[in-house]
């Protein structure tokens, strides 16, 4: 219990270092929990660089299913460590937002703090 307080506590000072500009890549230990497909988007989700966006389509081919984009949009809706597992830097192929867990307001401005550039 106490490792995991630890844990905590080292996971919300990176957020806050992020929220500053000051953190561009997380490195606290996490254990995701879902299929085994959404741990795989979800990894190759945490290999977006920083400041960069790609589609849901782009995502879907990292994985090597390139028809599975809606499927990938779901299992980025269903991450449990947004912001830490940056799903908000995966956009429409028209350039638009898509959807986020927190809201397009939360994506958007993610985004911003980053300096995101679109597609």
Not at 23 to 46: A, R, Y
Not at 84 to 90: E, F, G, Q, S
Not at 101 to 108: A, D, L, Y
Request: a positive charge.
């Amino acid at each position: 219990m106490v490792e995991s307080k630890k844990e905590n506590k080292e996971a919300i000072e990176q957020i806050r270092l992020y929220l500053a500009r000051r953190l561009k890549k997380f490195d606290v230990p996490i254990d995701l929990i879902g299929t085994d497909f959404q741990k795989f988007v979800w990894g190759e989700t945490m290999k977006i660089p920083y400041g960069e966006t790609i589609t849901y389509s782009e995502l879907a081919k990292r994985i090597h299913n390139p028809k599975a984009y809606r499927a990938v949009g779901n299992a980025l809706g269903a991450n449990p460590l947004p912001i830490i597992v940056p799903c908000h830097r995966v956009i429409a192929s028209d350039g638009s937002l898509g959807g986020y867990s927190g809201g397009i307001k939360i994506k958007e401005f993610l985004l911003g703090l980053e300096g995101a550039k679109s597609v």
